[in-house]
């Protein structure tokens, strides 16, 4: 098993530029949350998906940014237009419901905006 | 009141000692309870869960849940080096909802 895999691992970009970001779950888990991770907030859940479909996207910032999960082994986490402010670690966990309900997370994407 | 706070630390314990981590939460009703560790520049990596009340031991890692007092910890017998780094403690409230907590860094001196 790979584990959650996101794409890419750095990300430099300037400020009012599109950013995306990638993440396959593991095969057979049915729950995707996007968190992002800063030192000031901790970890701050964006948006989860339950079966591909968002349940839930009262942590998602602003308007700027969106996310997707089109089939069950692939979603995005969109920004558009990218703000300094954005600049953090961004992890995508996944679980299968039931269970212990803890997550895998990914690797992590590190956002930079400047 | 935050939902989930640890002491952000650190804590420092030489090697061979016991680490003990705490945890408390405001909501009553939550029903599971995790212990996440992240190295530093990793991703949290999930080494307790706990749902009833008392203690958990796996291996070094011992969690104890206190649902009374809405406190759970995570002790660290023979800390080692290799065990620094920083402990999230998440509370899962019920459905898919889980927070974290800030974390609480962990120093084990050789």
């Known amino acids: 098993d790979a584990g959650v895999i996101q794409s890419p691992r750095h990300e430099v970009t300037e400020m009012g530029q599109e950013v995306t970001l990638r993440c396959k779950p593991i095969?057979?888990?049915?729950?995707l949350f996007w968190y992002r991770q800063t030192m000031m907030r901790g970890l701050e859940l964006l948006i989860y998906?339950?079966?591909?479909?968002?349940?839930?996207d009262s942590g998602m910032p602003e308007d700027r940014f969106s996310a997707k999960m089109p089939n069950a082994s692939f979603s995005t986490l969109k920004i558009q237009p990218s703000e300094p402010r954005d600049s953090a670690v961004y992890f995508c966990?996944?679980?299968?419901?039931?269970?212990?309900?803890?997550?895998?997370f990914g690797s992590g994407t590190r956002l930079t905006v400047v | 009141q935050k939902e989930v706070e640890q002491n952000s630390g650190p804590l420092s314990v030489p090697e061979g000692a016991i680490a003990s981590l705490n945890c408390t939460y405001s909501d009553r009703g939550s029903q599971s309870f995790f212990w996440y560790r992240q190295y530093s520049g990793k991703s949290p990596e999930l080494i307790m869960f706990i749902y009833s009340n008392g203690d958990k031991e796996d291996g070094r890692f011992t969690a104890q849940l206190n649902k009374a007092s809405q406190y759970v910890s995570l002790l660290i017998r023979d800390s080692q080096p290799s065990d620094s780094a920083t402990y999230l403690c998440a509370v899962n409230t019920g459905g898919f909802k889980t927070i974290f907590g800030a974390g609480t860094r962990l120093f084990v001196k050789a």
């Open positions: 998906f339950n079966n591909n479909v968002p349940i839930d």
């Open positions: 966990a996944s679980r299968m419901e039931g269970g212990n309900y803890g997550y895998t």
């Open positions: 095969s057979g888990h049915n729950s």
